[in-house]
């Protein structure tokens, strides 16, 4: 009900509807909409929390800590204290997440990520995503596929995520000079395990 209010709320401020121009407007308003972020809310019910309410808003899954099952609908969001539930792992296979909602990554206990057919996933999101100092220390494995505005620049600029030990690179048509990306986490990351599979 919440979501709806919030929707609906900006659909009333508008003149225009965005969809009575063109539906791939209205689908990145509504996207935008998605991900906007809510400081007042981080602090009230922490960074946690308020994280997976926004990445179940977009489409993706978590996992907390001492859990075997995803997360996958914001109505049954676990309840109890806001210390409880730390986010262990994120899929975001299919969402909306973007660049702007990545201040709700303020995130210490995140050790996995998996990008898969992420449209609004771009080199600034990566660039973003690796200098947030908690999860640059946390983050052990991502996984990054099939996400097309992805190029070498984004990639290697997750050579700042200095305690990865896996990276799984796949369908990813920005990626033009794989042999300097090898080298780059070779220097960078001696002991990470990089799997390609890019054209």
């Given amino acids: 009900m919440m ?25 990145g308003w509504l996207n935008a909409v998605f991900n906007k972020v809510d400081h007042e809310r981080i602090r009230d019910v922490g960074p946690d929390r308020a ?12 996992r ?12 049954h969001l676990p309840t109890g204290p806001l210390d409880k539930y ?17 201040d709700y990554m303020g995130l210490e206990h995140v050790e ?18 690796s200098q947030l100092e908690k999860l640059q220390k946390s983050i052990l494995e991502m996984e990054i ?19 990865l030990k896996y990276l799984l690179l796949s369908d990813l048509p920005g990626i033009k000079e794989k042999e300097n990306l090898v080298q780059t986490f070779k220097t960078a990351l001696p002991s990470l395990e990089l799997k390609l599979h890019l054209k």
């Fill in 3 to 27: 979501l709806f209010g919030i929707i609906s709320r900006h659909l009333r401020g508008l003149k225009k509807l965005p969809w009575s121009c063109d539906s791939r407007y209205f689908w």
């Fill in 51 to 62: 994280a997976s309410e926004w990445l179940l808003r977009c489409g993706a899954l978590v």
């Fill in 64 to 75: 907390y800590h001492g859990q075997e099952r995803w997360q996958k609908d914001y109505n």
């Fill in 86 to 102: 730390k986010i262990q792992a994120i899929d975001a296979t299919d969402s909306c997440i973007m660049s702007i909602g990545f």
């Fill in 112 to 129: 996995k990520i998996r990008l898969c057919k992420c449209h609004y996933i771009e080199d600034n999101c990566l660039q973003r995503l």
């Fill in 145 to 163: 596929i099939s996400c097309g505005n992805v190029t070498d620049k984004g990639i290697i600029a997750l050579c700042h995520l200095r305690n």
